[in-house]
T-cell receptor, first 115, second 110 residues
Framework: GAVVSQHPSWVICKSGTSVKIECRSLDFQATTMFWYRQFPKQSLMLMAT?????????EQGVEKDKFLINHASLTLSTLTVTSAHPEDSSFYIC???????????FGPGTRLLVL | EDKVVQSPLSLVVHEGDTVTLNCSYEVTNFRSLLWYKQEKKAPTFLFMLTSSGIEKKSGRLSSILDKKELSSILNITATQTGDSAIYLCAHTGTASKLTFGTGTRLQVTL
């Protein structure tokens, strides 16, 4: 089956630093990748949609200069949290669609803790 | 704006019980409704529902969509402790964007 990986699984950083999270589709080419954020005891909230080679589309309320998304190839998308602050601490999950756009395959998520 | 609401928010049952989780939706252009199970990591796919009245089944889990009532249910029979998780319902909208419900936290005790 389709596998999506994320790296790192866990990251703890100091306030003010930038953190890059990678999302890779391992055995398929992902036409579209999605980035979600999930706060404790809350549901997944879509942050942005990214298509290979084009600018990401951000959801309302998500700062594009704070959450930089790069989708450089059909198997890799990166999310960079710039100048992270404690309120950015969350669980970040990516997903990818392959040949069937109706099916999204989720990565294992990245837990970010900003001190 | 698409909206997905799940109930109950949280549920505790004994092993062996049957549970029914609810999902209702208000969306502009219905495409499909998805159910996911989330344990400690990212959600794992359970079912995709597109047609009303057709039950999807996988082992002890089953789900059905009612387009007239704009809702879906997820049933779990003979629950086990391994069923403890958050169950998420999501609508697939334009450009494959998923709108998730609040989730139902299920805990199955011995």
């Amino acid at each position: 089956g389709a596998v999506v990986s994320q790296h790192p699984s866990w990251v703890i950083c100091k306030s003010g630093t930038s953190v890059k999270i990678e999302c890779r589709s391992l055995d398929f080419q992902a036409t579209t990748m999605f980035w979600y954020r999930q706060f404790p005891k809350q549901s997944l909230m879509l942050m942005a949609t990214s298509n290979e080679g084009s600018k990401a589309t951000y959801e309302q309320g998500v700062e594009k200069d704070k959450f930089l998304i790069n989708h450089a190839s059909l198997t890799l998308s990166t999310l960079t949290v710039t100048s992270a602050h404690p309120e950015d601490s969350s669980f970040y999950i990516c997903s990818a669609t392959g040949p069937n756009p109706e099916t999204q395959y989720f990565g294992p998520g990245t837990r970010l803790l900003v001190l | 704006e698409d909206k997905v609401v799940q109930s109950p928010l949280s549920l505790v049952v004994h092993e062996g019980d049957t549970v029914t989780l609810n999902c209702s939706y208000e969306v502009t252009n219905f495409r499909s409704l998805l159910w996911y199970k989330q344990e400690k990591k990212a959600p794992t796919f359970l079912f995709m529902l597109t047609s009303s009245g057709i039950e999807k089944k996988s082992g002890r889990l089953s789900s059905i969509l009612d387009k007239k009532e704009l809702s879906s249910i997820l049933n779990i029979t003979a629950t086990q402790t391994g069923d403890s998780a958050i169950y998420l319902c999501a609508h697939t909208g334009t450009a494959s964007k998923l709108t998730f419900g609040t989730g139902t936290r299920l805990q199955v005790t011995l």
